[in-house]
């Protein structure tokens, strides 16, 4: 190649490279939520993201989902005439409660050109 294709080819590299970091593309980002409501989480000293800016995944939210069973609870003395069970059967509406807490490290998505962050999840299981 000539030197003015290596030039072109340089420059056209560095162009696009350029329009890539300008444009914000995704970006893993760690917070630490300081508020519950309303939501805040910090992801420095001088950005706090809120309600607006988040976009909150099952992972760090409560949620309701229904779930269908059919089983009989009871203990081992069931088995040999003593004690009792219980059947449990059909469709049941359960609460999983996996909202975020003040002080939880929290693992973000940077979307949007910086404008939104998904939060995909915390850094350790909830207690």
Do not use: C, W
């Amino acid at each position: 190649m000539s030197l003015e294709t290596n030039s072109l080819l340089f420059a056209v590299k560095r162009a696009a490279l350029e329009a890539v970091n300008a444009s914000k593309p995704f970006a893993l980002s760690f917070g630490k939520v300081v508020s519950v409501n309303p939501l805040k989480i910090t992801i420095d000293q001088k950005l706090t993201l809120t309600p607006a800016q988040l976009i909150l995944t099952n992972a760090v939210r409560d949620f309701t989902v229904d779930i269908s069973m059919n089983f009989s609870t009871g203990s081992a003395l069931a088995a040999e005439g003593y004690g009792h069970t219980h059947k449990l059967s059909g469709t049941k509406s359960v609460r999983v409660m996996l909202g975020l807490k003040t002080g939880e490290q929290v693992i973000l998505l940077r979307a949007n050109g910086g404008q939104k962050y998904i939060v995909l999840d915390r850094v350790e299981a909830p207690a």
